[in-house]
C-alpha cells in the first residue's frame, strides 16, 4: 500500500510561471511533511516542512499548503526559475510512531523552460 | 561546516559479495539514518541509528545491517548482494530522533551490483 501518491509524475512550466505539485496520504498519525528537492548526483535537500497545525507555510518562492481533511498537502514554487529544474520529493513522517523513517512520494520530475 | 560525508562515492561489487559503505553525520548530530533510492524512485528507509542505538528498522532484509560508531559515524554493510540492490544509497543526520530538527542528506553512494 503506497503511503503517499504524489503526483504530477512530470511536469513543464514557462520560467516565471506558477509550478504545482500535490501529494496525498491516508495515515493520520503522520505529523510532519516535507518537501525535497534533488539534483542529478546529489541527496534530496530540504527545501520547507510543515506541521498539521498550520494551512500554509511559505519560505521565499516556496510555499507549501495543507488540508488536513483532506489529508493532501501541496508545493507551489512561485515565480519559477530554471535553476529550479529539478525532481521533487514529498515525505511524511509520523514522529510519535516509532523511528520509521521518511516515506517519500515517487517524485515529480520538474523542467522549467527558459 | 562540513555536510553529511559518504564514502566512496561509486562503487561497483558482483554477485554475492559483502559491501560496507559509510557515513559521517553533520558535527552534533547524534542521528543517522540509511535510506536506499532506486532509479527513478523516492528513497526507501532502511535504518535509523540515535545514540549507537538502532531505532527503526524499515522493510528490508536481514542481508542488511548497520551500526553506529562512539563519534556518531556509522556503517551500513549488505551481505550476498542481489542485482536488485543497485541503488544510490543515501545517509542522513538529524540532531535527534525527533523530526523538529530535520533530516539532512549526503550525496550518497552509488552502488552497482553485476
Known amino acids: 500500500q503506497q503511503q503517499v501518491k504524489q503526483s504530477p509524475q512530470s511536469l513543464i512550466v514557462q520560467k516565471g510561471g506558477i509550478s504545482i505539485i500535490n501529494c496525498a496520504y491516508e495515515n493520520t498519525a503522520f505529523d510532519y511533511f516535507p518537501w525535497y528537492q534533488q539534483f542529478p548526483g546529489k541527496g534530496p535537500a530540504l527545501l520547507i516542512a510543515i506541521r498539521p497545525d498550520v494551512s500554509e507555510k511559505k519560505e521565499g518562492r516556496f510555499t507549501i499548503s495543507f488540508n488536513k481533511s483532506a489529508k493532501q498537502f501541496s508545493l507551489h514554487i512561485m515565480d519559477s526559475q530554471p535553476g529550479d529544474s529539478a525532481t521533487y520529493f514529498c515525505a511524511v513522517l509520523d514522529s510519535g510512531g516509532g523511528a520509521d523513517g521518511l516515506t517519500f512520494g515517487k517524485g515529480t520530475h520538474l523542467i522549467i523552460q527558459p | 561546516d562540513a555536510g553529511v560525508t559518504q564514502s566512496p562515492t561509486h562503487l561497483i561489487k558482483t554477485r554475492g559479495q559483502h559491501v560496507t559503505l559509510r557515513c559521517s553525520p553533520i558535527s552534533g548530530h547524534k542521528s543517522v539514518s540509511w535510506y536506499q533510492q532506486v532509479l527513478g524512485q523516492g528513497p526507501q528507509f532502511i535504518f535509523q541509528y540515535y545514540e549507537k542505538e538502532e531505532r527503526g528498522r524499515g522493510n528490508f532484509p536481514d542481508r542488511f545491517s548497520a551500526r553506529q560508531f562512539p563519534n556518531y559515524s556509522s556503517e551500513l554493510n549488505v551481505n550476498a548482494l542481489l542485482l536488485g540492490d543497485s541503488a544510490l544509497y543515501l545517509c542522513?543526520?538529524?540532531?535527534?530522533?525527533?523530526?523538529?530538527?530535520?533530516?539532512?542528506f549526503g550525496s550518497g553512494t552509488r552502488l552497482t551490483v553485476v
Open positions: 542522513a543526520s538529524s540532531l535527534a530522533v525527533d523530526s523538529n530538527y530535520g533530516y539532512t
